[in-house]
């Protein structure tokens, strides 16, 4: 057997879950921003034109993803710290 990564404790344990809907609404809105962003392209010297929005599409999703996942991580903690209502949350959440 091996040791599991911090990632994969969270995958497996069943925690996380409002870290979860935080990622799944920033995605979401990344991608409503992204959609409204007109190509980004950047004219290089002796390569040509280089355009951002093509080249990672992705890129404002996963950002926001990214943001999604700590604003719910950070609510979870604040949540636990509460005295009796953090007790029912780290039952609920898994931690």
């Known amino acids: 057997m091996r040791e599991l990564i911090q990632s994969e404790i969270a995958e497996v344990s069943g925690g996380g879950f409002i870290s979860q809907?935080?990622?799944m609404?920033?995605?979401f809105v990344g991608d409503a921003?992204?959609?409204?962003?007109p190509p980004l392209k950047i004219n290089i010297p002796f390569i040509g034109d280089f355009d951002i929005k093509a080249s990672f599409p992705?890129?404002?999703s996963d950002i926001c993803?990214?943001?999604g996942q700590?604003?719910?991580?950070?609510?979870?903690?604040i949540g636990s710290l509460v005295?009796?209502?953090g007790g029912v949350i780290n039952k609920v959440v898994g931690n």
């Open 70 to 77: 700590q604003i719910g991580s950070s609510i979870e903690f």
């Open 58 to 60: 992705n890129l404002a």
């Open 33 to 37: 921003i992204y959609s409204f962003i």
């Open 65 to 67: 993803k990214g943001i």
């Open 83 to 85: 005295p009796v209502f």
């Open 21 to 23: 809907i935080g990622g």
């Open 25 to 27: 609404i920033g995605d």
